[in-house]
């Protein structure tokens, strides 16, 4: 069964310093996508960054990376420069199968960036 | 577009009420998710449509709650007979086929008393 783990209940930086918030994950499917949202305190989910299984390379989005590693299942997200406005919750995701449609997700990582 | 909307924002009932809401997705999106969410968790997969048809529902539903899509375009959720334990936020997606990120609303949030 997939699973996401992510193991920081909150987390905290400095303004203009980066980030890395964890996320390991559990999958018998080889096909695969990961996914990272935000949700600020206002409620909505904002999606930030995806990762496909089969891509070689890291996924970047501006200020977000997506840190694949493949071996260790692990899909840590990288904020660089954080701004105070980065501070929210953030989930990590996954969805299985090139047709998949359900996406899981972890339990979040509340971020607080220090002015 | 004006992204997905969701309505109510709020919602306080009785226990015992029947309550629906209500998701317009993206118009372009054939597909739609429905996801409940109770504080300091993640979303929880509860029912996705691809156009009109449901194709998936968690066995997190109860037979109380029932959500229809249709013509393939705006969605109902309704709880009947609602319990406290029903009480979270209720938050919709719309995605295109072929994958990518989801699209959320800003959720309604249910309070049962």
């Known amino acids: 069964a997939q699973k996401i783990t992510q193991t920081q209940p909150g987390m905290f930086v400095q303004e203009k310093e980066a980030v890395t918030l964890d996320c390991t994950y559990d999958t018998s499917d080889p096909s695969y996508g990961l996914f990272w949202y935000k949700q600020p305190s206002s409620g909505e989910m904002i999606f930030l960054i995806y990762q496909g299984s089969y891509d070689q390379q890291n996924a970047t989005e501006g200020r977000y990376s997506l840190n694949f590693q493949k071996a260790r299942k692990s899909a840590n997200l990288v904020i660089s420069a954080s701004q105070l406005g980065d501070s929210a919750m953030y989930f990590c995701a996954m969805r299985e199968g090139p047709g998949g449609f359900k996406t899981i997700f972890g339990a979040g990582t509340r971020l607080f960036v220090k002015a | 577009d004006t992204g997905v909307s969701q309505n109510p924002r709020h919602k306080i009932t009785k226990r015992g009420q029947n309550v629906t809401f209500r998701c317009d997705p993206i118009?372009?999106?054939?597909?739609l998710y429905w996801y409940r969410q109770t504080l300091g968790q993640g979303p929880e997969f509860l029912t996705y449509f691809q156009n009109e048809a449901q194709l998936e529902k968690s066995r997190l539903l109860s037979d109380r709650f029932s959500a229809e899509r249709p013509k393939g375009s705006f969605s109902t959720l309704e709880i009947q007979r609602t319990e406290q334990g029903d009480s979270a936020m209720y938050l919709c997606?719309?995605?295109?086929?072929?994958?990518?990120?989801?699209?959320f609303g800003s959720g309604t949030r249910l309070t049962v008393v």
């Open positions: 997606a719309s995605s295109a086929t072929g994958g990518g990120g989801y699209t």
């Open positions: 118009s372009e999106h054939n597909r």
